[in-house]
């Protein structure tokens, strides 16, 4: 059993950059691939990127390629997402996830954490 936790999200204005980091508060992280994806108000969720449990092969949705960069470091349990030139159409819940496979679909993985808001401002 994995317990994640999201941290690092907030208000920033448009064109602004936020670092999320997820933590496994119980468990490891190193054995699973890492995921986010986020829910904008009123809308599914979607993928936003992928990673190995390695580090290795990331991948991104195509709105975000070029602006945010997942990554980890197995040493502190933790992956991050690093999102710069934010768009007020990046606001959403953020969520982090870790399943054995680096796959887009939210099935894919097995364990999420709660959710952290990131508000872009116009």
């Known amino acids: 059993q994995v317990q994640l936790v999201e941290s690092g999200g907030g208000l920033v204005q448009a064109g602004g950059s936020l670092r999320l980091s997820c933590a496994a508060s119980r468990g490891s992280f190193r054995p699973y691939a890492g995921g986010w994806f986020r829910q904008p108000p009123g809308k599914e969720r979607e993928f936003v990127a992928a990673?190995?449990?390695?580090?290795?092969?990331?991948y991104y949705a195509d709105s975000m390629k070029g602006r945010f960069t997942i990554s980890r470091d197995n040493a502190k349990n933790t992956v991050y997402l690093q999102m710069n030139s934010l768009k007020p159409e990046d606001t959403a819940v953020y969520y982090c996830a870790a399943g054995l496979v680096a796959g887009r679909g939210s099935s894919d993985y097995d364990y999420w954490g709660q959710g952290i808001q990131v508000t872009v401002s116009s």
């Open positions: 990673v190995s449990w390695s580090g290795g092969s990331p």
